[in-house]
């Protein structure tokens, strides 16, 4: 029973990482929306912004649990950097 217990955990940290490395790209693709709304253009900024303040509240949930959730925290870390960033071009 142990060993396809060690099976599950192994493969939930491995589903982790993958949607870590997801949810990476995911907001990466805020690059391109930025690079648009830095010149005269302007766009969309309630979805960026609220990405980046939910992303926030992941962020710190995932390196301040007992024990850390190191793949949570890594997801949306980026999504912190890129989603304020995103918003705060759509408003320049």
Same mark, same amino acid.
């Given at each position: 029973?142990?060993?396809?217990?060690?099976?599950?955990?192994?493969?939930?940290?491995?589903?982790?990482?993958?949607?870590?490395?997801?949810?990476? &790209?995911?907001?990466? +693709?805020?690059?391109?929306?930025? %690079?648009? #709304?830095?010149?005269? +253009? #302007? %766009? *969309?900024?309630?979805?960026?912004?609220? &990405?980046?303040?939910?992303? #926030?509240?992941? #962020?710190?949930? %995932?390196?301040?649990?007992?024990?850390?959730?190191?793949?949570? +925290?890594?997801?949306?870390? *980026?999504?912190?950097?890129? %989603?304020?960033? &995103? +918003?705060?071009? &759509?408003?320049?």
């Amino acid at each position: 029973m142990e060993k396809k217990e060690e099976k599950m955990n192994k493969f939930i940290s491995i589903l982790g990482w993958i949607g870590t490395a997801m949810s990476v &790209a995911m907001y990466v +693709a805020y690059i391109d929306q930025i %690079g648009r #709304t830095l010149g005269d +253009a #302007t %766009g *969309p900024w309630i979805q960026p912004l609220v &990405a980046g303040i939910n992303c #926030t509240i992941w #962020t710190c949930y %995932g390196l301040f649990k007992t024990p850390r959730d190191l793949p949570i +925290a890594f997801a949306n870390m *980026p999504g912190v950097f890129f %989603g304020f960033t &995103a +918003a705060i071009s &759509a408003l320049i």
